[in-house]
């Protein structure tokens, strides 16, 4: 016997996918602020765990919505961030390296984090 599908089901997931494309302005500016704050020569853990959340929040809902590339660009500075995480004490060029990486990002999905192709 087939399934029936649910008549809202495709009403519903176009509903969340604008709310997502509608919400990645304000997650940006999210970004941006945070890395604003961020100090290389003394990162407040609490920072990094907040950059962190919100990449791996990126990482994992953005390609459900359409925002494949978006979500790929955030989950290897999540991971690069992970791995800078990992250790005692990190020089401030390490991080500086880092958020270089975060400032391009963000600046690249300003202006269209729905495109298919990262610089």
């Known amino acids: 016997m087939a399934t029936l599908i649910d008549q809202d089901f495709f009403a519903r997931l176009n509903a969340l996918n604008d709310k997502f494309a509608a919400s990645v302005p304000s997650t940006m500016a999210r970004l ?4 604003m704050r961020f100090e290389p020569h003394a990162p407040d853990n609490a920072l990094v765990a907040e950059l962190h959340q919100m ?9 459900t919505f ?3 590339v978006l979500g790929q660009q955030a989950r290897q500075l999540e991971q690069r961030l992970r791995v800078l995480m990992a250790f005692e004490t990190v020089s401030p060029p390490d991080w500086e390296n880092w958020m270089a990486g975060l400032d391009e990002y963000v600046a690249w999905a300003e202006v269209n984090p729905k495109a298919d192709q990262y610089p």
């Open 66 to 68: 359409g925002f494949r």
């Open 55 to 63: 990449l791996h929040t990126i990482a994992g809902s953005a390609a």
């Open 32 to 35: 941006r602020d945070a890395r």
